[in-house]
């Protein structure tokens, strides 16, 4: 597994240990004891602030953006409808258990566990080998050559074991001997766990629902509605932001792979015969990094960096609106924050796809847990819309008014009718002949490009990403988040209790409130110094001090979390910066060309002293 | 029940027509038919952008204006959370069933249309009452009197509906002789129904989990984190907004009563000592209309109008802290656009309260449907955080530091720790004494003030009491949503199809987008009356008109949509005045002060005479 290499100082558990202190997140039932384990997450305040930034940022990057229609579809949905879409019977994953204690284990993720630990083994033991006992020669070890071929084995299934079904698994499983490791007892199954959680609608018990697996199948049930609402007009996209569920066997990694977690997922309804993206102009020179399906069945993980233009005329991308979608994807993620040499497009092996999908890149950010997909984009071309339509004999199409009438020629079978009703069938019953005939309304079903946002792994990623520790002082950590997306925008902080600050802070408080500027009050005791240090914590960009000068002249410094510089000003230009700042208009650089650098030392007044030493 | 008859031109299914040709919302599962009825609501786009736009504005209003700590759930909770909070014993309705079909009903709703439907039947015949057969007399009729004193029997009985347990409902069956109105069968129960979905959590089969019927524990739970991120300061709140579900018996009348709906929730936690709320002077002049314990209890439905502060100071509401609550969620639902004539607060009776709740008020509001709850205030006392803090053996407390340490009297059981040892258990084991001693911290569980909203009831009252119908001309619908609320706040419309006019309206469509201004550009070859007409119902406040004087001046026209009356101005001018009019910065007779009226009308261009013959 890969990691965060590139950030020599992480430490997860440090981490870990800031954004519980700080209340971003915890589980969420904690004080129930064995039940609160990381299956179900709690955001605090500032984990939900974020949340809710980058959900913004996200409605204006896309949805606005592109006057998409957002939405909102039941989160428990019928039977009939996830049968239909395939859900029922192979939204699943494997699940092995061992029969000494009844523990269950997602089968690919043991399998994978334990193989890399054997490889593991064999390296640190000078490639001796796993000891064979038992066998009719007694204790034996592997040659050099048998066991280099042994650890490629290894890795071979590792790296194809998204592929495997049932049957593949329980092979490796016997094959390989997979054991529980606690107790060395050997798997059995493994056998398909369905991940939807079911649920009884009604009173009368003969009605089954589920909590829906991803928001698409709402959207697609209806899709004449959208389509009419859009006058018609081709292409367009629909969009919902909600919850959905997976029963996930054994959840692990903390926001990467909870039961329950946000999505933002967009269809984007087009012409099956024309995938051509009218605004991909506007990023064909945008830069990315692909790991192609080629690459990896080469055995390697290197990416080749280039245009998304070139990624196209090279024949990588297939059309330019998932290529314009991928582009839209990289922005979104570099503009919230993450760190671009961290962030790489992976396309999926033909056998890891989703049982819609005919196409499927994940956008991939590197964190501590490796490579984690955060956000997915597939072709799903006419599938969901065909079964639901095929199911419920409602026909879910585009009628384009075709520019002049275009002829085609169909085979049709004709009946004699006279002859039905005399209820005799004699071979001349039927004619099949080939017609003629001109049509002006081209009808035919809208393939669907998926691009879906896991909000949850974003979240995530970005604080890894965020994260760091100022070199000259290792006990404060900084989440350097971008100002459109911190959680808190403004920190204001009265240099000292002294009543003469509390109307001051009132006031201010008041017009940041009616600037629409989140902020935050910190008039508690603690050293200044200190108070700042507390908000670093948190990623709030800004910070307003309120001092004795502020009293006589009405002038504030304002300071920035990164460098931790200060400018003064009137409050009035002040609060003109800080929305500019905190709406992504201006840069913390356009302001230190319109305002110098404040650092007189303000010697005078006892409680200052500790700021400016400090900072 | 009450119909609005301020409103005389109102008829709902016209209503319902229109908002389900603009799709507001539809029901979730139409095309699977049987499935669909309207349990779940699916919202299309000016449905869902209206939602979000009355959550932003109580996101100000309420989160934003005071710091509420908004965090956010998860849905699916452990059984052993709902069972400590009382809800898998109490949260149930009672339920009947004809035998001879099996369909079930809720016992209270069946009973009280069937007493209504014979109250109606008597009064229509004359007061002659129901006709009795096969008695011993053969057929009978009341006489008048006994008919009227039946009648208030009914009456009675409806009216204290919400307050029966199964046995008293299973009494009203008997004695009333309550059948299925289609079969004339009499039905069987009632029986207890939980109204909690249920499901399992995992692969085992061993853990129940139900989705949450209220946001309100996961709130509870994580009381102490939530204090501690507030630096100990009380009093504070915590909010949630999120799905919450309810497995109703037999869900009815729209968006009224759904299985799954979009709560926000306030839980405001105070010390029990002293409910005062520091910015009660703020609202104390607020006039609103109260429906008391008392009014109801005479049997009577008159309101008595009064300031709030005056409720306080005649006692019929309890503390400020309620009242403030109170006369912020009057003005709340003032500002998204409710008329103030249709909404008043009702107390609840003592037997229809939760069994959580030690005082309850309800904002309800004047629909076709009657008086509809939407927004709840409860007084939830100390039950929520006793409960779990027994169970869990967590102190969910505050820790007050008094001004000056406190003398307390407590009797104590002293226990001979040595006796114990010898397991001898003599009388003199136990000695219990009175002690004083003095402490410096207070600890006490706080009170919970719950202001809880029921967001798509308040989005379907908030469409009933702005829809209105053109008096000089029936065939077109209005909805006069407030701005700040209207799901799309300005149409773009070119006067033709004429191509001079698409670079402008793309140019003006990107300055709104930069402005964050919602709109929708309608370029259809419709008349522009009735592209027009067709953004009346969708609620849209301004249009801004492009036509051949753009062309040549840039000057553009706006037209405000109650009064269909229009300025003309600058672009620069109309992109400031409605920027303004959408956050709700200034109003249209604002505008009129400063701009005149623009109704010249341009006869040498015949596209545009629609639009003024029919405006």
Redesign the interface.
Known sequence: MAVNTENPGFCRSRLEELLKKR?FY?P??????G?GSF???????P???L??NILNVWR?HFV??E?M??????????H??LETSGHVSKFRDW?CKDPST?E?FRADHIIKEILLSRIKKRVESGLEGEKVEGGASGTKFDTLDESLSRIREYEDIISRIDGYDGEGLSRVIEEYDIRNPATNVRMEGPVG?NLM????????GN?TGY?RPETAQ?QF??FN??L??N?GKMPFASVVV??S?R???SPRSGLLRM??FTMAEIEHYVDPLNKDHRRFNEVENVKMKFLTREIQMSGKEEVIEMKIGEAVARGILENTTLAYFLARIHLFLIRIGMNQEKLRFRQHMNNEMAHYASVCWDAELLTSYGWIECVGCADRAAYDLTV?SEK?K?KLVVRELLPKPMEVTEWVVNVDKKKIENLKFPSSLFTIEQVKKTISVREYIPNVIEPSFGIGRILYSLIEHSYWIRSDDVDRCVLSFPPIVAPVKCLLVPLSNNSAFDPIIDKLSFEL?QL?I?H?VDD?SAAIGRRYSRNDELGTPFGITVDFQTVNDGSLTLRERDTTRQIRASEKEILRVIKELSEGLISWDDVLKDFPIFNKQITDIPEITDLYIRE
């Open positions: 209340f915890c969420s039932y904690e004080i129930y004891g039940i299956w179900f997450v709690y955001y605090g305040p984990g939900m602030a949340e809710q204006k606005y953006e006057n229609l957002e939405i909102g579809t039941s989160i428990v949905t019928p009939e409808v699940m009844g269950v766990f959680f079911a649920t009884e609608i009604g009173p009368k009605m909590l709402g049930l209806n509605k959208l009419e609402f006058n909600g919850k569920f029963n996930e066997i039961r329950e639901h419920t409602e409130r629409g989140s935050k508690s």
